[in-house]
């Protein structure tokens, strides 16, 4: 998460490696999420690339349940 933060940060690149099934996914737009959130002006547009649809609509569906958490737990819209 740190090193993401840090991409982030700076406006560089970064890379996230590790296993299957280890949450990525997850990790990745829950950060990207709040950073959105936290600054709406430098943030505004999240471009996600993948291999195959199957992999996009996951995505989808976990960036749809994290905004939903956003929104009921933070109350946050």
């Given at each position: 998460?740190?090193?993401?933060?840090?991409?982030?940060?700076?406006?560089?690149?970064?890379?996230?490696?590790?296993p299957?099934?280890?949450?990525?996914?997850?990790?990745?737009?829950?950060?990207?999420?709040?950073?959105m959130?936290?600054?709406?002006?430098?943030?505004?547009?999240?471009?996600?690339?993948?291999?195959?649809?199957?992999?996009?609509?996951?995505?989808?569906?976990?960036?749809?349940?994290?905004?939903?958490?956003?929104?009921?737990?933070?109350?946050?819209?």
């Amino acid at each position: 998460m740190q090193e993401l933060k840090r991409g982030l940060d700076h406006k560089g690149h970064c890379i996230l490696e590790m296993p299957s099934g280890t949450g990525k996914t997850i990790t990745l737009l829950s950060l990207i999420i709040a950073y959105m959130k936290r600054y709406p002006d430098q943030y505004n547009k999240l471009v996600y690339c993948s291999r195959t649809v199957p992999e996009i609509e996951k995505v989808m569906s976990e960036m749809k349940r994290l905004i939903a958490y956003y929104e009921k737990e933070l109350n946050e819209k």
